[in-house]
C-alpha cells in the first residue's frame, strides 16, 4: 500500500486525491476481506502514506473535496473550471461501467458547458465511482446512488462524502488486525540510488552519473519507516518491502541495521544474482529474503479483471501446481480494473489456496543461498525509469545541490523530513519517456516544492532552477495546480502556475529572452509571468494577449518591449485549461 506525500510543505494540504479515493477501494477491501476470510496474508505500508490516511481520518481536505464540500451553485468560475479539469480521472473502466460518470467525461471533451447541476453531479461521481465492494455492501444507499446515476442533490452529495470520511476513519484498526505486517523506507525512496547513484551503472551501464550520495539518508529512512509503521499498527514490524523492491549489496547491511529481519525482491532481481539451491526461502548475507513469482504476480495485477472469479483462481493455481510461490504486487492499483474492485476474486483465491503470511515463511529455514544480490528492482531488474532519463538525471542533480545545503547547515528536523519526501521515487516515476500522466505537471510542482521547502527552513538561499519545470524543454506544458500570488516575491507564489515552455525556431534566445510563461489564477484573475531558461523572471515591458482565431482554441500571444513577436509562443493551446462554465 503506498502512495507519495501530496501534501504541499507550504499549506500542508494535499494536492492530489489519490490516498482518499483509494481509501475507500482497495485500502479498505484488502484489509476487510484478509480478516472476513480469516486468510494469512501481508499487507505493507508506506508511512507517507499512513500518515495522509491519519489527516483525512481526523477531518483534512485536499483541493479537490475542498470544492467538493461546497455548494454547487457557489463555486466561482475559475473554481469551476479548474475542478472540470481536474476532477474527471480515474479508471478509464468506470466511465464505461457507470453511464453519468461517463457522460460527464464525454461532456468535458466535447467542451460543452457545465451547468449547476453538471458540477453537482460531477461533485457526487468523482468521490462515488471509487468505493470498493465492502463499502457498497456496508452502506446500500451507495448503490441506490450508482443507479440513480444523475441529478444528484446537496444531501446526496453530503452523503457520499460522510461515508468517505468513515471509511478512511476505520482503515488504522483494521490493519492493526491484520496477521502480518510489513514496512518500507519513509517516503519511499530507491534505497541504493540513495546510497550511491552511481551504482545504477550496474544494470544501466555507463550514464550521466548526477552524483549523489547520501548512506545515512538511506538508512535514516528505513529505522523511520520501521518505526511508523510499527507505532501505527501497535507492533513490532520484522519485515521489509525496499521501495519498488530495489536492493544491493550495499543496501543489504542498512536493512538488518535499521533492525528488519527479512526482505522481499522480484526473482528478476535473483535470475541476474550469483546463488545456488532453491526457493522459496532464500538466505543473503544477514538475511532471510522472499522473491515474487513475477509472472503470477502480474497476472492477478494485469490479466484477472476480466475473468469470472472461479475462473481466474482455476487458472492461478494450475500454473502454481504443487509448488510454494510468493506473490507480490500493488495493494491499490490493480482493484480499479475489477469492477467488483476484485473482491470477487481475493474471496475466491483466499477460500481455496492454502496461504501463509510472508513473515511465517521466512521463518523457515532458507532452501536457497544468494552469494552475489544483483542491483536491481522489481521493474525489468533495474534503475532505468528512475534514473535512465535526462530529465530524472536533472531532477537528481537539483537533488543533490540542496543535499550539500543541507548538510551544510545546522540540519533542523522539519527540513530533514522534507528532504526525505523530495527523495522518494515518485517524482523520478513520471520524468523520462517510461510513463505519462495528466498530473506530471503536479508530480513536478511537489519536488521542487518539497526541495525549496529544505532550502527555506535551513536559511539557505533560493536556487533559481526550482523556478521552472525539471523536465523544461520536453514537456509540452503543464496546467496550473493551485492559486498563484503575484507580487509576494517566493518560490512558493508561483508554485501553482502552470508553465508553457516558449520555443524559439532556428533562432538563438538573447538575454532576457524567456524560456516558460507561467500562469495561474488569482482571485478571479488569469496572471502571466515570464520566466529565464535559469528561472528568474525576465525584465518587464512584455506583453501577451489570448489571440482567438475562428473555430480554433485560444493561444497566448507575445510580445517584446520592441514590438517583436516572440516566435511560436503561442504554439500551446490555453482553451481546456482556462476554460471557464459558461465556455
Not at 541495521?257 to 532453491?278: I, T
Not at 542491483?375 to 550539500?404: C, H, M, N, Y
Request: glycine share 12%; hydrophobic share 40%; net charge negative.
Amino acid at each position: 500500500m503506498h502512495q507519495p506525500d501530496y501534501r504541499h510543505p507550504r499549506t500542508g494540504v494535499p494536492i492530489m486525491p489519490w490516498v482518499r479515493l483509494h481509501g475507500t477501494r482497495g485500502y479498505r477491501d484488502v484489509p476487510r476481506i484478509i480478516a472476513e476470510t480469516g486468510a494469512r496474508v501481508t499487507v505493507n505500508l508506506v508511512p507517507t502514506l499512513i500518515e495522509q490516511i491519519d489527516r483525512y481520518a481526523a477531518g483534512g481536505s485536499d483541493l479537490h473535496l475542498d470544492l467538493c464540500r461546497r455548494n454547487a451553485d457557489t463555486l466561482s468560475a475559475a473554481e469551476a473550471g479548474w475542478f472540470v479539469e481536474h476532477a474527471l480521472h480515474g479508471s478509464p473502466r468506470a466511465f464505461e461501467w457507470f453511464a453519468g460518470w461517463g457522460a460527464l467525461r464525454a461532456r468535458r471533451e466535447r467542451g460543452d458547458r457545465f451547468s449547476v447541476r453538471n458540477l453537482r453531479d460531477l461533485q457526487v461521481w468523482c468521490n462515488l465511482a471509487w468505493f470498493g465492494a465492502t463499502a457498497l455492501e456496508d452502506h446500500p444507499t451507495l448503490v441506490r446512488l450508482r443507479r440513480k446515476g444523475e441529478g444528484f442533490t446537496e444531501e446526496d452529495k453530503g452523503f457520499v462524502l460522510d461515508v468517505q470520511r468513515a471509511c478512511l476513519g476505520e482503515l488504522r484498526a483494521l490493519y492493526a488486525g491484520l496477521p502480518d505486517v510489513t514496512a518500507t523506507p519513509y517516503a519511499h525512496p530507491i534505497v541504493p540510488l540513495l546510497i550511491d547513484s552511481g551504482h545504477a551503472s550496474r544494470n544501466l551501464g555507463p550514464f550521466d552519473d548526477p552524483g549523489f550520495r547520501a548512506p545515512q539518508d538511506a538508512l535514516d529512512q528505513l529505522v523511520e519507516g520501521r518505526r511508523a509503521v510499527g507505532a501505527w499498527i501497535g507492533r513490532e514490524v520484522h519485515g521489509l518491502w525496499p521501495s519498488e523492491g530495489s536492493v544491493s549489496p550495499e543496501a543489504l547491511d542498512l536493512f538488518a541495521g535499521a533492525g528488519f529481519r527479512w526482505f522481499a525482491a522480484d526473482n528478476g532481481v535473483l535470475a541476474r544474482s550469483r546463488e545456488e539451491g532453491s526457493g522459496p526461502v532464500w538466505q543473503v548475507g544477514p538475511m532471510k529474503a522472499l522473491f515474487r513469482d513475477h509472472g503470477l504476480s502480474d497476472r492477478v495485477g494485469f490479466v484477472y479483471a476480466d475473468h469470472p472469479p472461479e475462473a481466474a483462481v482455476d487458472d492461478l493455481l494450475m500454473r502454481v501446481g504443487d509448488r510454494r510461490v510468493f506473490l507480490a504486487l500493488d495493494g491499490e492499483n490493480p482493484w480499479e480494473s475489477y469492477r467488483d474492485a476484485g473482491a470477487g476474486f481475493m474471496r475466491e483465491l483466499f477460500g481455496r489456496a492454502s496461504l501463509t503470511t510472508c513473515g511465517d515463511l521466512a521463518a523457515e529455514p532458507a532452501t536457497g543461498r544468494v552469494h552475489a544480490l544483483h542491483t536491481g528492482s522489481w521493474i525489468q531488474a533495474d534503475f532505468r525509469i528512475w534514473i535512465g532519463a535526462p530529465e530524472d538525471q536533472a531532477a537528481w542533480r537539483l537533488l543533490r545541490k540542496v543535499r550539500e545545503a543541507f548538510e551544510s547547515s545546522a540540519q533542523p528536523e522539519e527540513a530533514r523530513r522534507s528532504l526525505w519526501r523530495a527523495e522518494a521515487s515518485d517524482w523520478f516515476w513520471w520524468y523520462g519517456p517510461e510513463f505519462t500522466t495528466p498530473f506530471a505537471g503536479e508530480f513536478d510542482v511537489l519536488f521542487r516544492a518539497h526541495l525549496a521547502d529544505v532550502l527555506e527552513k535551513i536559511g539557505a538561499p533560493p536556487l533559481p532552477e526550482l523556478g521552472v519545470p525539471v523536465a523544461a524543454g520536453v514537456s509540452p506544458g503543464t496546467v496550473p495546480v493551485g492559486p498563484v500570488f503575484p507580487g509576494r516575491g517566493d518560490f512558493f507564489a508561483w508554485s501553482g502556475a502552470g508553465v508553457i515552455p516558449v520555443t524559439t525556431g532556428s533562432m538563438a534566445p538573447g538575454p532576457g529572452w524567456p524560456a516558460h510563461v507561467h500562469y495561474g489564477w488569482a482571485g478571479e484573475r488569469c496572471v502571466f509571468r515570464l520566466v529565464g531558461a535559469g528561472g528568474a523572471p525576465v525584465a518587464e515591458g512584455w506583453r501577451g494577449e489570448l489571440a482567438e482565431p475562428e473555430g480554433e482554441s485560444p493561444t497566448l500571444v507575445l510580445w517584446t518591449p520592441e514590438g517583436r513577436r516572440v516566435p511560436e509562443s503561442g504554439s500551446w493551446p490555453l482553451r481546456r485549461p482556462l476554460r471557464r462554465p459558461e465556455g
